[in-house]
Structure formats: C-alpha cells, structure tokens
C-alpha cells in the first residue's frame, strides 16, 4: 500500500529563514512524488514533481529513495510562502494521487 | 488560464437526501477524479474515471455514491443517501492524459450533511 507521512502539522518561521517541509513515503515500486500548494482560499495546485527536477517560487525538492523521502527545501522563506502544503505520491502515469496529512506553513515578517 | 470548476461552492443537505456535485474539467482532458478531504484530516481518493468508466474506486466509494459524465463537459459526483460522516470538501481533478501526470483541481464544494 501507498502511504505519505508529512510529520509536521504545522511549521513557522521568519521571513528570510530557511524552510524545510518533510516527506516521507512508503510504497515498494517507483513512485512519482509531487508538491501541492494552497493558498488561502484558493484551489490546490501543483508546485513541483521529482521528475521535472525543477525549481518553482525558489522551492526544490530532492527524491531520495533510500531514505524514501522528498522533502521540500526552500533557503529565504518569503511572507507570501504561507499556505498549507501536500506531499503526494503516484503510481506514475493517470494513477491516483496519495496525499500526505499536509503542512501548514506560515511564515512571519 | 483552462481551470477545473466545481458547482456549487456550499451544499447544506440533510441526512438521507441525495446530493449531485458537479464540475467542469478542463475541455480536452482525459482522465477524471474525486478527492475528498474531511476537515482536519487528509485529501483522500474516492474514484478515477476514464473513457466513461470507473478505472479505480476506493473502499469509501461504496453503493451510495455514483458518477457520471452525462454530456461530454460535465462530470458529476451524486449521494444518494447522504450521512452525517458524508460532510467534507470534495474536490474534482482532471488530466490530460495519461503521460501528462499533472492533475488540475476545482476549488471544491464543501458538503455539509445536517
């Protein structure tokens, strides 16, 4: 079974702190690991996937299988970062999204 | 910007009555999907449906619940005898296809059951 652990429900920091959101997952085959954003009253969307290796709003996010983790790294938290955050795993492909319990983040002036 | 969108916003139902949720991916996507998210708690699959049938259900999709996609845009959610534990966000996704893995979600239409 597919299962996403994010262990904080809540994290706060300063303006131009450091932030990291943990991710950890369970899940025997090769999984598509994704982060999803929402801000206050606004849908969930999508802000990165491991497999674009991308980096969004100067967010990036490393997959790391042996210690099945994909945690969210962004080094200068900026005010307009506060919104509830979720980690996803997929299947790959049209497969269903497994959500974590999400993160909400909220950074202080 | 194409976005998924969900009607209505807020549904207050009472307890037993049947709800239809409804929403309007995004035109030339693919692959459907309901999600629901009780409050405080996660955002949880309940079904995915592709060229007009169910692909996967989960065990929270029981006999209560239905889909459809009556007339090529719309793609509806309906509860046929809501409970009280029924009461959540619900949120419809939407995709391209199935390389594409990004998913695209409505706003959501909170339920509350009474």
């Known amino acids: 079974a597919q299962r996403v652990t994010q262990p904080e429900k809540l994290l706060s920091v300063f303006k131009g702190a450091p932030v990291e959101l943990k991710c950890n997952y369970s899940?025997?085959?090769?999984?598509?690991l994704f982060w999803y954003v929402q801000y206050s009253r606004q849908r969930l969307q999508l802000l990165l996937r491991h497999i674009s290796r991308e980096s969004i709003k100067g967010f990036t996010a490393d997959l790391n299988k042996g210690e099945t983790s994909f945690h969210l790294k962004k080094p200068f938290a900026q005010e307009e970062d506060s919104a509830m955050y979720y980690c996803a795993l997929s299947k790959g492909g049209s497969e269903k999204l497994v959500f974590g319990k999400g993160t909400k983040l909220t950074v202080n002036p | 910007e194409p976005e998924v969108t969900q009607t209505p916003s807020h549904q207050v139902t009472q307890m037993g009555q049947e709800v239809i949720l409804r929403c309007v991916p995004i035109?030339?996507?693919?692959?459907f999907y309901w999600y629901r998210q009780i409050l405080g708690q996660k955002v949880e699959f309940l079904v995915s449906?592709?060229?007009?049938?169910?692909?996967?259900k989960s065990e929270i999709f029981d006999d209560q619940f239905s889909v459809e996609r009556p007339d090529g845009s719309n793609f509806t959610l309906k509860i046929r005898s809501t409970k009280l534990e029924d009461s959540a966000m619900y949120f419809c996704a939407s995709r391209a296809g199935q390389l594409n893995t990004e998913a695209f979600f409505g706003q959501g239409t909170r339920l509350t059951v009474v």
């Open positions: 035109s030339n996507h693919l692959y």
């Open positions: 449906f592709y060229n007009n049938e169910i692909s996967e």
């Open positions: 899940y025997s085959g090769s999984p598509e």
